[in-house]
C-alpha cells in the first residue's frame, strides 16, 4: 500500500502555483455566433489566443499545460465544422511549429491519431520530434482525446501484455494502469480551467483529474486572456488540496 504514504498525496496548502494546468478551450461557436460569423471563425480566433496562454506559462511557473482541442465526441459535428478544424489544426501546427522551437516548447499530443488524416498524423510526428529536445513548457494537445477511450485503449494494451505473460494480474494497480495511458510522461493536472460558463468535464483527463482543482469561467475561449489566466492561476495559491486526509 506504498500509495498511502506518497509524500505528494499528503494534504498540502497549494503555496506554490500549479505545475501543471489543463484547459477545456470552450467556446468558439458561441462567440463567432455573437459575431453573426460562421463557427469556423471562433475556431480561428481562438487557435490565436493559444499562443498567448503558451507564452505567459514561464514566468507563471507552469512547466505542463494541456489543452483539449478536439474531443472523440466532436465528430457529431457536422461534416464542414469538422473538415475545418482539421485543416485549421494542419495550418496551426505547420505554423506554430517553428515559433515552439524558438520559445523552448516541447510539444506532445494525446488522444487516438488513427482516425485523423495521415498529413496531420505526419505533421504531428513531426512537431513533436522536432521540439524533442525543448527544455522549457511542455505543451500537450488533446487531439481525437477521450478520457474512457484512452482508458479503453489503455486496457487493451494492459490484457494484452497480461495474456502475453508480461505483466500478472497482481501488479494491476494504481501505479500500473497510468503507465499505459497517453500522459504516462505527465504528472497529473494540478488545476483544470474550462472558459465559456459550462460546468463538466465533456469525458477530458478523467482519471489524471481525479484530485485536480477546478475554475469554470465564463469567458468565451477566444476571448480568454493572459491575464485572466495569470488570476486564475493566483488564486490557486490560496487553495487547500486535502486529498482526502483532514485540514492540516
Ligand atoms: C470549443 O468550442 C472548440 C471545440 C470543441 C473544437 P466550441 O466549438 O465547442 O464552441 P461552443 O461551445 O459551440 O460555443
Ligand atoms: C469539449 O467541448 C471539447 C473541447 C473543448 C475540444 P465541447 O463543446 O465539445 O463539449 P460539450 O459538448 O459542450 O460537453
Ligand atoms: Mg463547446
Known amino acids: 500500500m506504498a500509495r498511502l504514504i506518497d509524500p505528494v498525496m499528503q494534504p498540502d496548502i497549494a503555496r506554490s502555483g500549479p ?21 469556423l471563425f ?29 474531443s472523440t465526441e466532436n465528430w457529431k459535428r457536422t461534416q464542414v465544422e469538422v473538415a475545418g478544424l482539421m485543416r485549421l489544426f494542419r495550418i496551426y501546427i505547420t505554423r506554430e511549429m517553428q515559433a515552439f522551437v524558438r520559445e523552448n516548447v516541447r510539444v506532445r499530443f494525446i488522444g487516438d491519431r488513427q482516425r485523423l ?15 524533442e529536445r525543448c527544455s522549457g513548457t511542455n505543451l500537450t494537445i488533446a487531439l481525437n482525446y ?3 477511450d484512452e482508458v479503453a485503449r489503455a486496457t487493451r494494451r494492459l490484457a494484452e501484455d497480461v495474456a502475453a505473460g508480461r505483466l500478472s494480474p497482481e501488479h494491476v494497480d494504481e501505479e500500473t494502469l497510468p503507465r499505459y495511458l497517453d500522459t504516462c510522461l505527465l504528472p497529473d493536472p494540478d488545476l483544470v ?21 477546478y475554475e469554470f469561467v465564463d469567458t468565451l475561449w477566444p476571448d480568454f486572456s493572459a ?6 492561476i ?3 495559491g490560496s487553495r ?9
Not at 507564452?55 to 507563471?60: M, Q
Not at 488524416?117 to 521540439?131: G, H, I, P, R, V
Not at 465559456?196 to 485536480?212: D, M, P, T, V
Not at 487547500?240 to 492540516?248: S, T
Open 19 to 39: 505545475k501543471h494546468v489543463a484547459v477545456i478551450m470552450d467556446g468558439n461557436g458561441r462567440w463567432a455566433k455573437m459575431r453573426k460569423r460562421p463557427r
Open 42 to 70: 471562433g475556431h480561428q480566433a481562438g487557435a490565436r489566443r493559444v499562443r498567448q496562454i503558451v507564452e505567459a506559462c514561464p514566468k507563471l511557473g507552469v512547466d505542463y499545460l494541456t489543452i483539449f482541442a478536439f
Open 117 to 131: 488524416d495521415k498529413n496531420l498524423q505526419a505533421l504531428m510526428d513531426e512537431a513533436e520530434a522536432l521540439t
Open 146 to 148: 477521450g478520457g474512457r
Open 193 to 213: 480551467i474550462r472558459t465559456s460558463g459550462e460546468a463538466r468535464i465533456s469525458n477530458f483527463l478523467l482519471w489524471q483529474s481525479a484530485y485536480s482543482e
Open 227 to 232: 491575464q485572466e489566466f495569470e488570476n486564475l
Open 234 to 236: 493566483q488564486s490557486y
Open 240 to 248: 487547500v488540496r486535502r486529498y482526502g486526509g483532514a485540514k492540516p
